[in-house]
């Protein structure tokens, strides 16, 4: 008897330091995050809320938080996701002028593209190019947050070293410049090396300063987006039978993704001494488009949770857009996989996350890739 409860103690204790050294292995002191509006936090509302932005009105935020906080989403975003099950804090945007930024800080911004705004505008593109904070604008805000965060060149790289660095998704925004100005498809798919290198840099320049686990995530599956499908009315062969997605739009994601994965082999051997993950955002929308039910989703051609009818069967209209007038939210948001016909709701970002974080949705998972000390 006694000794059985000295064996189960001992197994107690084995099982309580095998928890702790799984909880070790998770733990990172901090995550910086850098994006768009898949990921933005609100930094671009930290001076209030400007009149025209209708992604910081209601119903956006309607789910977690019960106000708009400036996420283009009913509620949480992959990162806040990230942040939760790695026990940290949701990162305060970085513009946030009364935030502490020891847990990290999100420095993500709506508009962002992978491409400095120059790359735009010698192509003729300036007017449909909206970039509030470029991945590259964005390392400097991270590069003029140091001494805030860190007290000397060392402090700094040592916590970055205990850090996860989320770089992206960026690309989107680069692809939307040329195609909202209705250039060819030939024409934008000449972008992809170069937002690819953009996105390389970025990792570099990161690791430069000490990052040594990074995630950087791919583009979405444009093609089965209300806005796109909205916008582009295509010949009914151009649609995916099963998934009514556009497919010349979606290649051009995949074309995108083979393109930053084939990027990421290259500085992996580069600099392997740093863990590089890929995670992809592609594959799980569209099993959200094409096995809703699975995801508890409701089984339906791609529609957005929240706008207003327009054009097809999208709910999705452009003068009539979530958080404008004459638009509302169905009724639960986690039915759908898209919110606003452009982002995710809250219920898809949770299922990417977990993904993310256990596979199968990133090369390799985030938790177990890493053993910190
Ligand atoms: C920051 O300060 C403003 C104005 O003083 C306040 O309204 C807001 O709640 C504060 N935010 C946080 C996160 O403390
Ligand atoms: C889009 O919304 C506007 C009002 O904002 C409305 O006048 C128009 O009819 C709508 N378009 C369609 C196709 O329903």
Known sequence: MMMRRQLSVCV??????????????????????FGDSLVDAGNLVVDGIPEYLATAKLPYGMTYFGYPTGRCSDGRLVVDFIAQELGLPLLPPSKARNATFHHGA?????????LDTSYFVAKGLGKTVWNSGSLHTQIKWLQEMKPKICSSPEECRGLFRRSLFIVGEFGGNDYNSPLFAFRPLEEVHEFVGDVVNSIGEGIEKLIAEGA???????????????VYLSIFRKQPEMYGGKSGCIKDLNTLSWVHNVALQRKIVELRKKHSDVRIMYADYYTPTIQFVLHAEKWGMLRQKPRACCGAPGI????????SKCGEPGAYACDDPSNHWSWDGIHLTEASYGHIARGWLYGPFADPPIVGNRNLE
């Not at 107690?12 to 995050?33: C, D, E, H, R, T």
């Not at 999100?106 to 992978?114: D, E, L, R, S, W």
């Not at 097809?312 to 003068?319: A, E, I, K, M, R």
């Open 12 to 33: 107690l204790l084995l099982l309580v330091l095998a928890g702790q050294q799984q909880a070790a292995a998770k733990k990172y002191a901090a995550i910086f995050n």
């Open 106 to 114: 999100n420095f993500a911004i709506t508009g962002a593209t992978a």
């Open 212 to 226: 040594v686990d990074l995630v950087v995530p791919g583009v979405l599956p444009i093609g089965c987006f209300p």
């Open 312 to 319: 097809g069967v999208y709910n999705f209209n452009l003068t």
